[in-house]
C-alpha cells in the first residue's frame, strides 16, 4: 500500500520544469503520447528520482458498446510496465460509436463523451472494466468526465452509478473535482451530493484543474487557473477522506513555473483545510472510511460478487443510442428525441474546435503551410467529414480533400502541401484494400497521372 502524495501531469512543454519543481512526488502522462521502447529523457530523469509516473489512457472508450479493444489495452499495459508504474487510469466515457455493431459508419469523437446513467450502459461499462482488469498487469482506476451534455432518462445519480461499478467490479475510482464542478454548471449536478454517495474507500487519486465559462456553459479546458469552486470541491473531499494523492492537470497555455508552483500550493492548502474541518467536527476521519485512502499496488478490491456481464441486447441498445448521438454531434444528423438542442450544438462546435487544434498539434505544418487559412478551413471540412480514424488519418485526409478539391490554389502553398502529403501518405495495410485503393487513386490524381 502506498500514497502518491501531490503531482502534476507532466506534458513535455513542461517537463523541463516539473523536473525542478520542489515537493513533486509524482506525475501522470498521457498513456497515449509515450512509446515505452523510447521514454523521454525526462521521464526517465524522474523515475530515477524516485518520481512515480503513471500512464493515463484517453483512447480505450470503456463506457462504449463494444468490448474493449486487445491491441489498446496491450499498448495500455506496456506502458504500465516500461514506467514501473503502480496502477494506471482511464475515463467512464465513450470515443467512439457505429461500426459492426449498430450497422452504421464508424465515427470518432476525438473526446471523451459521457455514458447514459443507465442500467443497460452500467452493465455494459462493468463488463468492459473486468476485461480491461484482466488484460492489465496492475490496477486500473477510472476517471468521472467533464460533460457539456446530459443524456434524457437517467436511471442514477453519478454518485450512484460510480457507487455501483465500484461495488460490482472492484474498480478503483480517479475522482475528477473540476468534473464535477463543470457538471454542477452545465447540468446542476450538486458536487456535495455526489461526493457523500461515493465509496470514498475506492479513491485512487484526485485530479483538479481548470477552466471557464462562457454564456452559462462550463468549458473544462485545463487551459486556466484553477477556480476557487474547484478548491472548495476538493475541501469538501478532504474533509471527507484523506485522498492518496492530489494531481494538477495542465494541458495548454502553459505559464510560468512560478505560477504552477503557486496552484499546487493552493491545492496543498485546500486538502489541509479539509482536513482541519474534519478534525474540527469530529476529531478523526470519517467513520467507516479507515484511517485514509491508499492506493495499492495489488489487486483491486473486491467487489459484491455481481456479475459483471452486459445483459442480452444491453451492447446494441447502447451501441445505438451512441452511435445516434455522436452522428448528430459529427455528421449533423438528427438530433435524438430528449436531448437539448441548442446544447448539442455547443458540444459540436467544441468538438470540431478541439479536433482543429489536436489536428495543428500532431500536424504542425499544416498551420503553418495555410497560415491563417488554416482553422477556417479545417472547420468547413470536418463540418462534411466525420472522423473516422485518429487525428494522424484526419490530418491526411484533410491535405488530400484540399488538394483534390482545390481548397488551395496553385502557388507555394499548394506545392508545399502537395510534397507534405505525399511524403506522409504511405502504403496502408492490405487488409484495408478499398483504402488502399482510394489512397492511390488519390496520388494519382495528387500527381497529374
Known sequence: ???????????????????????????????????????????????????????????LGLGGADRPDEGRLAALAERAEALGSPLVTEHIAFVRAGGALTASPLLEAGHLLPVPRTRDALDVLCENVRIAQQALPVPLAVENIAALIAWPGDEMTEGQFLYELADRT??????????????????????????????????????????FERDGVWHDSHAHPVPEPVLDILTDLASRVLPPGVLLERDDDFPEPAVLEAELTAIRGAVEKGRAEATATIGAIRPGSGTE??????????????????????????????????????????????????????????????????????????????????????????????????????????????????????GPARRELRSWWLERSGPAPRSRRPAVRMARAARRVLLGR
Open 1 to 59: 500500500m502506498r500514497r502518491l502524495g501531490t503531482g502534476i501531469g507532466w506534458r513535455p512543454e513542461i517537463a523541463d520544469a516539473v523536473e525542478r519543481m520542489p515537493g513533486i512526488d509524482w506525475v501522470e502522462t498521457v498513456a497515449e503520447n509515450v512509446c515505452p521502447g523510447h521514454l523521454p529523457e525526462s521521464l526517465r530523469r524522474l523515475r530515477a528520482r524516485g518520481v512515480t509516473v503513471v500512464p493515463h489512457g484517453v483512447s
Open 293 to 410: 485512502a491508499t492506493a495499492t499496488t495489488g489487486a483491486a478490491r473486491p467487489g459484491s460478487g455481481t456479475e459483471a456481464t452486459a445483459g442480452p441486447g444491453a451492447r446494441q441498445r447502447v451501441g445505438l443510442a451512441q452511435a445516434a448521438l455522436l452522428s448528430a454531434l459529427v455528421a449533423g444528423t438528427p438530433v435524438p428525441e430528449g436531448f437539448d438542442r441548442m446544447r448539442l450544438d455547443v458540444q459540436a462546435r467544441a468538438l470540431a474546435g478541439k479536433r482543429a487544434d489536436v489536428v495543428g498539434k500532431v500536424a504542425p505544418e499544416l498551420p503553418v503551410i495555410l497560415g491563417e487559412r488554416y482553422r477556417a478551413a479545417f472547420l468547413t471540412y470536418a463540418h462534411g467529414h466525420p472522423m473516422t480514424g485518429g487525428y494522424r488519418r484526419d490530418a491526411l485526409d484533410f491535405a488530400a480533400h484540399l488538394l483534390l478539391t482545390g481548397g488551395v490554389e496553385a
Open 170 to 211: 472492484g474498480v478503483r475510482l480517479l475522482i475528477d473535482v473540476a468534473n464535477l464542478h463543470t457538471n454542477h454548471v452545465n447540468r446542476g449536478e450538486n458536487p456535495a451530493e455526489a461526493l457523500a454517495e461515493l465509496p470514498l474507500e475506492a479513491i485512487a487519486y484526485v485530479h483538479v484543474a481548470g477552466g
